[in-house]
Structure formats: structure tokens, C-alpha cells
């Protein structure tokens, strides 16, 4: 049974408007990267963009007009297959088709804008840089472009591959493609093209300020919370463990800090316990209390 379309809580009006102000600027990054980076140096990294270049190679069509006509019926698509599943919400869906329509838009309008640089491997790495930036403010905002993401996920509700399989296929078809067209190495430029997209949405999402998780296994932890409690100032959870060989009960506490706060935290603990078991770990996005808010 198909899942009801969910009505999400009503958000301030000022909070809904800088939502799509994202998808806006955000899609016209994209746009703008595409046109003085990738377009011009035929690095089709993937993804509906990707095609348009190959298109645009083959058959001289409009690559802003590929676009909307690949974007555009996947989006309904999406809609008719997917239902509840691609639409969590109404706001989402809405944010999505301005997204899909904005971003060829955008394409369409800076098609005149020249080239950034004529070396293919810094086209490769800047403009997958500037796509991801574009791409990661969109995804913030809880939305999307569309494109092949829509065809991913439809493909895996009617097939069963996972959703990482669908894209990573998808993605690896334009590329492959690309080198049929374009030459070997513009393949592989592509890859670094499609790499670096990848890990700037990343670094967008989460951000640079990597903090760190620290398990603690002492047979003093109670000194142990005591000594984080008041010389880290930070918060400690305790939770429950066994030893996997004794089966004896072990109460682990894990704690997380900043990067800066590391060496005090190992101290505190080695002090107290020079038998102390700690891992220390990347926590790559926290929230709460003494750290960021979302």
C-alpha cells in the first residue's frame, strides 16, 4: 500500500523563503560552473549535465535544453512511481521542480560566459569543486535537483539494486561514454571531476570543523567521568559493555570534544589510568549543547 503524502509542520515564512533562496543560489553555482568549467573542456563527470555535454558533442543540441527535457519528465516520473517516497513533503517536491527548472535556466542563460581556463585537469577539479558547492547548498535546504538522483531511486524500487549501485552505474555509464566520445584521459578527468564533487557536498554538509569521539574503557571510570566532567568540561555518556572474552560487565564512556581538546582529554584519562583502553575517533558532525546547532 502506497504511503499517504505527509503535510510537514507549517515553518516561519522567513526560514521557507531562505530554503528556496538556497535551491536558487545554490542551482545557479552549479550552472555557472558547468558553463566556464566543464562545458568547455567536454568533462562530463556524470549525471544529467554530463549528458547534456555528450549531446551537445554528438547531435549540437542545447546542452540547458537536454536538460529540461531529461530533467523535466523524470521529475513527473518520479512523481507518478515514487509517489510518497520522492515527496516526503510538499515543500520538498515544490523545491525540487524549481530546483530541476532553475538550474537548465540558469544554464541557458550563461551559455556566453567564457571558459575559466583550457587546462581539462583544472577544469576537472575546479568545476567539480564548484559543483559540489552548488549541489551541497541545495541539499541543505532539504531539496534536490533532480536529474539522475530520480532515476537512481527508481530504478531501485523496481529492480532491488541499492540506491549507491543505481547512481554509481548511472554515473559510471556518462563517464564510460565520455570516453568513448572524448578520449580515454577526458574519462579519467571526469572521475576527478565526479571525486571532487563528491567530497565538497561532503564538506558542505558537514563542514570543516571535525570534532572527536573518545570511548574510554578504565576500571576507575568513575574517576574518570569525574575528571572529564570538570577538567574537559565536557559531557560524558555511560554506557553499558562486556568483555566479548569474560563476559564481565564493563562500563564504557565515550565523550566527545574538540580537536583541541584531545590532547588535554588523553591526559586527564592517562593520568587517572595508565591502563586505560580509549579509541579516539572523527565524530564528522555534532550537535547539541557546547557545539554547533543545526
Not at 527548472?101 to 581539462?120: C, G, Y
Not at 530504478?155 to 555509464?173: E, P
Not at 559531557?235 to 562500563?251: F, I
Request: aromatic share 10%.
Amino acid at each position: 500500500m502506497q504511503r499517504k503524502l505527509e503535510l510537514e509542520p507549517i515553518k516561519p515564512l522567513h526560514r521557507t523563503i531562505l530554503e528556496f533562496a538556497h535551491v536558487l543560489i545554490g542551482s545557479a553555482i552549479v550552472a555557472i560552473s558547468f558553463n566556464i568549467f566543464l562545458l568547455p573542456n567536454q568533462i562530463a563527470s556524470g549525471g544529467v549535465s554530463g549528458i547534456s555535454i555528450l549531446f551537445q558533442s554528438l547531435f549540437a543540441f542545447e546542452p540547458a535544453y537536454t536538460q529540461w527535457a531529461i530533467n523535466i519528465p523524470l521529475f513527473v516520473a518520479g512523481v507518478l512511481l515514487l509517489g510518497g517516497s520522492l515527496v516526503g513533503s510538499i515543500m520538498y517536491g515544490v523545491k525540487t521542480l524549481v530546483g530541476t527548472i532553475f538550474l537548465p535556466f540558469v544554464v541557458f542563460m550563461t551559455r556566453d560566459f567564457e571558459a575559466a581556463t583550457s587546462d581539462p585537469l583544472l577544469a576537472a577539479l575546479f568545476g567539480g569543486i564548484g559543483v559540489g558547492l552548488g549541489l551541497g547548498i541545495v541539499f541543505r535546504s532539504n531539496s534536490s535537483t533532480g536529474g539522475t538522483d530520480l532515476a537512481a531511486q527508481i530504478v531501485n524500487k523496481y529492480t532491488g539494486l541499492s540506491l549507491g549501485a543505481c547512481i554509481f552505474i548511472m554515473d559510471g555509464l556518462v563517464v564510460a561514454a565520455s570516453g568513448v566520445i572524448f578520449g580515454f584521459e577526458f574519462a579519467l578527468y571526469a572521475l576527478i571531476g565526479l571525486f571532487t564533487t563528491g567530497k565538497t557536498i561532503d564538506l558542505v554538509q558537514i563542514g570543516f570543523g571535525y570534532s572527536k569521539m573518545a570511548i574510554i574503557i578504565s576500571g576507575y571510570e568513575e574517576e574518570v567521568k569525574q575528571g572529564l566532567l570538570t577538567k574537559v568540561d565536557r559531557g560524558v555518556t555511560k554506557l553499558d559493555g562486556y568483555g566479548g572474552y569474560t563476559n564481565d560487565k564493563r562500563p564504557v564512556l565515550m565523550c566527545v570534544v574538540g580537536r583541541n581538546e584531545v590532547t588535554k582529554l588523553k591526559q586527564v584519562v592517562k593520568t587517572i589510568d595508565p591502563n586505560a583502553f580509549v579509541i579516539v575517533t572523527n565524530a564528522s558532525e555534532v550537535l547539541g549543547k557546547g557545539f554547533k546547532n543545526k
